[in-house]
Structure formats: structure tokens, C-alpha cells
């Protein structure tokens, strides 16, 4: 083998997440979740929650702008696991192999720390890691050189020895850059055919 360590981003790889699997009970007209989700609770503001901004603070800050949408913004936080339609099976079978054949696996994910708890309760399969890095208890974001090397010194990696998938191109343009064997998620079956060009039997 190649590779001594794999490790796994969450969402879009082993978590199917998104926004409108919550909104589409609460906003039925396409048109009007589109501009909400476009315009009010964005992706941007999403994200400073992956940076370890507070839900409290983030949910209070967008509904002093828009306060006729205050309980669509509220539900963002209190709704939120029912954004998470459930685990890629394909892809948490890959994960269990690689586990058997004793490979230590770590998760790096952009998430906020408030929901990682929750969704580690929710998907037993979150729990299997050896290891996490998570950018909301860190307070630093993927592709941030910092937070890949957080992963590769807590842990004690060699940087060419471990592999990493990310649905993101431009998150593993940033693992990249830090040395490490990484590769676009794009599906189950093309991350077995990385590992195994790699020298894993899965």
C-alpha cells in the first residue's frame, strides 16, 4: 500500500445535506425557497458558522435584517438535522472496508461545532473515525493551508502517505498543496478505484 491513513470530508461525501430538504415543507413555492436560500440564509452566512460563529449570533444578526423571515431563519438552526436526508451508504461501506483492513481514518470537515455533536448522535457512523478536524471547534475553514495542517500534526501524518477525498475541487486543491494524496469525491465506486490504485483492497 501506498498510503498509511485515509481521510474523509462529510458533507456531499458520507452525509447527504442541503437545505432544501428542510425548506421544501416550509416554502413550497420553489421560486420564493430559491431567493430565500439565495438571498437571506446564504451559503456565506452558512459558512461563518463553519468558521465557529455561535447560532445564536448568526440566527439574531440575520433576523434583525430580515425580520419578516424571522421563522424561516430560526428554523435554519432548529431544523437543521432535517437538512441531512441521511449517510451515503456506498460511500460509509468504503469507510468500514478500509477500518477492517486496519487503516486509522480520520474526518476533516467544514462544519459548525454545534451541529457536529448533533449529527454524531444522529449517524452512529460519524463516531468510527480515529480522529477529527472540525473547522467550526477550530475556528479555521477549508481550503485554509491552516486547517490541513492541523490534521497532519495532531495526528502525525506523512502528508504523501495519507489520502483525502473532498467532493470541493478547490478543497483538494488545498490539500494538495500541503503534500497530501488527495482526490475530488465523485462517487463510491470512483473512491474504491482510487484506493485500490493505491494498493487497498476494497
Known amino acids: 500500500m501506498t498510503i498509511d491513513a485515509v481521510v474523509f470530508d462529510i458533507g456531499g461525501v458520507l452525509l447527504d445535506w442541503s437545505p432544501n430538504y428542510l425548506y421544501a415543507d416550509l416554502i413550497p413555492d420553489?421560486?420564493?425557497?430559491?431567493?430565500?436560500?439565495?438571498?437571506?440564509?446564504?451559503?456565506?452566512?452558512?459558512?461563518?458558522?463553519d468558521e465557529g460563529r455561535t447560532w445564536a449570533e448568526a440566527v439574531a444578526e440575520l433576523t434583525s435584517l430580515h425580520p419578516e423571515h424571522a421563522e424561516w431563519i430560526e428554523a435554519y438552526d432548529t431544523g437543521w438535522l432535517k437538512m441531512v436526508?441521511?449517510?451515503?451508504?456506498?460511500?460509509?461501506?468504503?469507510?468500514?472496508?478500509?477500518?477492517a483492513l486496519g487503516l486509522p481514518t480520520y474526518a476533516l470537515t467544514n462544519f459548525s461545532g454545534e451541529k457536529w455533536g448533533i449529527a454524531k448522535d444522529a449517524f452512529?457512523?460519524?463516531q468510527q473515525f480515529d480522529g477529527e478536524v472540525v473547522s467550526g471547534v477550530e475556528q479555521t475553514v477549508k481550503p485554509d493551508e491552516k486547517i490541513y495542517r492541523i490534521l497532519i500534526d495532531r495526528f502525525g501524518l506523512d502528508p504523501a502517505?495519507?489520502?483525502y477525498t473532498d467532493d470541493m475541487a478547490y478543497n483538494v486543491d488545498g490539500a494538495r498543496a500541503v503534500g497530501l494524496d488527495a482526490e475530488v469525491f465523485t462517487g463510491a465506486a470512483d473512491l474504491r478505484t482510487q484506493l485500490r490504485a493505491r494498493g487497498l483492497v476494497v
Not at 449517510?87 to 477500518?99: G, N, S
Open 30 to 49: 420553489e421560486e420564493q425557497r430559491s431567493h430565500f436560500l439565495t438571498n437571506v440564509a446564504t451559503p456565506a452566512w452558512n459558512h461563518k458558522q
Open 85 to 99: 436526508k441521511g449517510v451515503f451508504e456506498d460511500t460509509a461501506a468504503v469507510l468500514t472496508e478500509i477500518k
Open 124 to 126: 452512529p457512523i460519524l
Open 161 to 163: 502517505r495519507t489520502f
